[in-house]
């Protein structure tokens, strides 16, 4: 790894020493080596951006010493701080409504009686759960629909490839204007309001949220620590980033944890074409198990 420079000595920023292509296409490598994540060309200028004060915080004085960094034997740190850098997080509550309401009048219709039956819990995994708003808003959908059911178990495991905004998520704390999607008695019932220092925010109620358990994955990890036989999973909006092998790969591991006859719910965006695997289209983003 490169000498550190001294306090004195001036830093870069992003405007100042542009990131070159050959750094650019360095860090565009390790980014892929390890989470899969497909940075192309026009990704440079953003990447400068995000990256100056990174390095401003590491007093580092150009791209090159940074790369050495990412290269160095005790890197893992620095590139899982990478990861979440160049992660999008861009979700919302309802994302895409209309796999909910298959959640509710299908698969959760059609899993009822044998959840009954069997006295076994249902399990989801929001596997991509960003900040917190998909599985927030799977555990509102349950908890709405077993208010009938209160016999029946239910729980949720989210994860996400970035430890910066799992603890975000695991907070449950959000801006009024993110909850405008929630609609008013909802919110009056699993919200609670902000007051003094917290005014202007929400917080999920601890009833939600101790439903909810939250995990540091990859989706290119050899094993996940989410238990088997999961009868949902929501994988949305993130393949959009890999490549097909990538695409592939993922799903592969992904369908390991499926209970037989479990569904997998992909964004409207996104497509299994082009790839293999065992699964029965059902409808638009939404694949079952044999």
């Not at 219709?109 to 917190?132: D, M």
Request: aromatic residues 8%; charged residues 25%.
């Amino acid at each position: 790894m490169s000498k550190l420079p001294s306090i004195n000595q001036n830093l870069i920023t992003s405007q100042d020493t542009p990131l070159s292509t050959e750094a650019y296409k360095a860090i565009v490598d390790l980014v892929y080596q390890h989470s899969r994540i497909k940075l192309g060309a026009d990704k440079q200028a953003l990447l400068s951006s995000r990256l100056g004060k990174r390095l401003r915080h590491l007093k580092l004085a150009s791209f090159d010493e940074y790369c050495d960094l990412l290269r160095s034997h005790s890197s893992q740190v620095e590139i899982d701080e990478l990861i979440d850098l160049i992660s999008t997080n861009h979700t919302r509550f309802y994302r895409e409504p209309d796999h909910f309401e298959f959640l509710t009048e299908k698969i959760l219709a059609e899993l009822l009686p044998e959840l009954t039956a069997k006295r076994s819990a249902l399990r989801i995994w929001s596997a991509a759960s960003s900040s917190g708003e998909e599985p927030y808003t799977l555990s509102i959908v349950l908890s709405e629909f077993f208010r009938s059911h209160p016999s029946i178990d239910w729980h949720i495991w989210a994860s996400d490839i970035s430890k910066t905004i799992l603890e975000t998520a695991k907070q449950g704390i959000y801006r009024m204007e993110v909850v405008e999607p929630v609609p008013a008695d909802i919110l009056k019932r699993y919200f609670q309001k902000g007051v003094d220092s917290q005014e202007g925010k929400c917080r999920v109620k601890a009833e939600l949220r101790k439903k909810v358990q939250f995990e540091r994955v990859n989706l290119f990890q050899n094993e996940y620590p989410i238990p088997h036989n999961q009868n949902v999973i929501f994988c949305r909006n993130v393949m959009i980033y890999f490549d097909i092998p990538s695409r592939e790969l993922a799903v592969k591991r992904l369908t390991r944890y499926l209970a037989p006859g479990g569904y997998l719910i992909i964004g409207h965006s996104e497509s299994l074409m082009g790839i293999q695997h065992n699964l029965k289209t059902v409808r638009q983003g939404v694949y079952q198990m044999p």
